[in-house]
């Protein structure tokens, strides 16, 4: 079980179509939660906090819900998250989440059976 943040809603989650340990998840509050299993089976990776864009700045905006998440089928580094108010922002991942490791899927198996064991 993963939970992200204190009195979040996951909207949505994408696992990695290049590294099978790395998924993400958005949430209510516009963060993103990037988990690297061989990193952390816990905890995310790396946080992303929602920043709102320069036109929505001081309007008193309290909604920046996450909706969607999408991994770039062409050039796998980058990701694209779509927001609330219709808008999307690009993000460029760490060289390291977008490469294959070596025995990654064996390691994503013995994971999975030992959560099975529970």
């Given at each position: 079980?993963?939970?992200?943040?204190?009195?979040?809603?996951?909207?949505s989650v994408?696992?990695?179509?290049?590294?099978?340990?790395?998924?993400?998840?958005?949430?209510?509050?516009?963060?993103?939660?990037?988990?690297?299993?061989?990193?952390?089976?816990?905890?995310?990776?790396?946080?992303?906090?929602?920043?709102?864009?320069p036109?929505?700045?001081?309007?008193?905006?309290?909604?920046?819900?996450?909706?969607?998440?999408?991994?770039?089928?062409?050039?796998?580094?980058?990701?694209?998250?779509?927001?609330?108010?219709?808008?999307?922002?690009?993000?460029?991942?760490?060289?390291?989440?977008?490469?294959?490791?070596?025995?990654?899927?064996?390691?994503?198996?013995?994971?999975?059976?030992?959560?099975?064991?529970?």
């Open positions: 079980m993963f939970e992200p943040g204190y009195n979040e809603y996951v909207m994408c696992w990695s179509p290049y590294r099978p340990c790395v998924f993400i998840a958005v949430s209510n509050t516009g963060s993103v939660y990037i988990y690297d299993l061989l990193m952390s089976q816990q905890t995310p990776s790396y946080i992303l906090e929602y920043k709102a864009p036109h929505r700045v001081g309007r008193g905006d309290q909604n920046k819900t996450a909706y969607s998440i999408s991994f770039n089928p062409v050039i796998r580094d980058f990701i694209a998250i779509g927001y609330h108010d219709g808008t999307s922002k690009i993000f460029q991942l760490n060289y390291g989440l977008s490469r294959k490791k070596k025995d990654e899927e064996k390691l994503l198996k013995s994971l999975m059976e030992e959560k099975d064991q529970f």
